[in-house]
Structure formats: structure tokens, C-alpha cells
T-cell receptor, first 110, second 117 residues
Framework: KQEVTQIPAALSVPEGENLVLNCSFT??????LQWFRQDPGKGLTSLLL?????REQTSGRLNASLDKSSGRSTLYIAASQPGDSATYLC?????????FGTGTRLQVFP | ETGVTQTPRHLVMGMTNKKSLKCEQH?????MYWYKQSAKKPLELMFV???????ENNSVPSRFSPECPNSSHLFLHLHTLQPEDSALYLC????????????????FGSGTQLSVL
């Protein structure tokens, strides 16, 4: 059974900092891994999808890496902004389902 | 706007009520999902429909009954719920291959915040 752990659980930083959010998973037989953002009381927005054959994906200030064999993924946020404040969720995709971690709650203050 | 619309946004119901949650996707996807998000817990997958056929029922109590009349619509019928069923219920859709796997992103609706009194 896939289990997903995200560290840290919460993070509060001043704007401008470069951030690293970590995700680990127990079952490396994945097709892909997705990173999502969730604002309070809202649905999820897909940020990046890394296929199992890829090492990283980039979108703007976001860069996600994947080390499938060790069961790890990292989300880098460059030059953080207050608008980045949200919960970030990691979800590896096994067979036909996404399994989610509990997320990292990020607050970026001015 | 993600292309996945959920109604209602908020719902308060008593334990003896019957209500339904609705989800509609405008993305031409062939798979739809129900997830439950409770406070302090990871999102839990409840049901998966691929090509309108239910392929996953993640040990969900029978008081939750899904319905997928076509590839664009998904319902979750609720009856005799318990207070611990209060949560955010999220619908998602994606494009899948024949066996239900995919390398496409999932798109989520904004959710229905359910409170059971």
C-alpha cells in the first residue's frame, strides 16, 4: 500500500526566499507524480506532473524533481511571493489512482 | 476555472436527510473520481469511474452511493450520514488509457463542503 509523507508539515518564510518541499513515498512502481496547490476551502490545482521516466519538470518559478528508485520528490519554489501561500500536496500515481500526502502548509509573508 | 464544476458549494444536512452532490466536467475526459478531505487527514479516494464503469470502491460505506450516467457527469448520493462524514468532497477528472492508467493531469473541482448535524 502506497504511503506518502511530506516534510515539513508547515513552513513560514519571508518573501524572496528559495524553498524546498520534500515528498517521500513507499511504493516506487509509479507511472507519474503530481504536485498540487490547494488554497483554503478550495479544490486542488495541478502544478506539475513528472512522468516516471523523467527526472524533473519546470514551470515558471517551480521545479519538481523525481528520484523514483529512492521514492523521493522535491518541489523547489524560487523567489517566493505572498501569493504562493497555500498547501502543497504531492501525489504519486499507481496503476489507476493518485495517493496523496498530508501536504506542506506554506505561508510567505511580506 | 478548471473545467470541473461541483454543486452545491456548501451543504448542511441532518442525519436522516437524503441529498446528492453533483459534478460536471467540460474537458472531454473519460474518467471521474470522488475524493474526501477531512481535517488533518490526507485526501482519501472514494470512487473511480473509467469509461462510465465503476472500477474502484475504496471500502466506502453504503450510505454513499455514486452514479455516473455519462462521461461528463458524476453524482454522489448521500443518505443517513453520520457527523464524522462532515468533510470537503472533491470531484476530479482525467483522460485515461484503456486499463485506467494515465500520464495526464487530474483536474479538480472546487469541492462541496458538507456538514452533517
Amino acid at each position: 500500500k502506497q504511503e506518502v509523507t511530506q516534510i515539513p508539515a508547515a513552513l513560514s518564510v519571508p518573501e524572496g526566499e528559495n524553498l524546498v518541499l520534500n515528498c517521500s513515498f513507499t511504493d516506487s512502481a509509479i507511472y507519474n507524480l503530481q504536485w498540487f496547490r490547494q488554497d483554503p476551502g478550495k479544490g486542488l490545482t495541478s502544478l506539475l506532473l513528472i512522468q516516471s521516466s523523467q527526472r524533473e519538470q519546470t514551470s515558471g518559478r517551480l521545479n519538481a524533481s523525481l528520484d523514483k528508485s529512492s521514492g523521493r520528490s522535491t518541489l523547489y519554489i524560487a523567489a517566493s511571493q505572498p501569493g504562493d501561500s497555500a498547501t502543497y500536496l504531492c501525489a504519486p500515481y499507481n496503476t489507476d489512482k493518485l495517493i496523496f500526502g498530508t501536504g506542506t502548509r506554506l505561508q510567505v509573508f511580506p | 476555472e478548471t473545467g470541473v464544476t461541483q454543486t452545491p458549494r456548501h451543504l448542511v444536512m441532518g442525519m436522516t436527510n437524503k441529498k446528492s452532490l453533483k459534478c460536471e466536467q467540460h474537458l472531454g475526459h473519460n474518467a471521474m473520481y470522488w475524493y474526501k478531505q477531512s481535517a488533518k487527514k490526507p485526501l482519501e479516494l472514494m470512487f473511480v469511474y473509467n469509461f462510465k464503469e465503476q472500477t474502484e470502491n475504496n471500502s466506502v460505506p453504503s450510505r454513499f452511493s455514486p452514479e455516473c450516467p455519462n462521461s461528463s457527469h458524476l453524482f454522489l448520493h448521500l443518505h443517513t450520514l453520520q457527523p464524522e462524514d462532515s468533510a470537503l468532497y472533491l470531484c476530479a477528472s482525467s483522460q485515461v488509457w484503456d486499463r485506467g492508467t494515465t500520464n495526464e493531469k487530474l483536474f479538480f473541482g472546487s469541492g462541496t463542503q458538507l456538514s452533517v448535524l
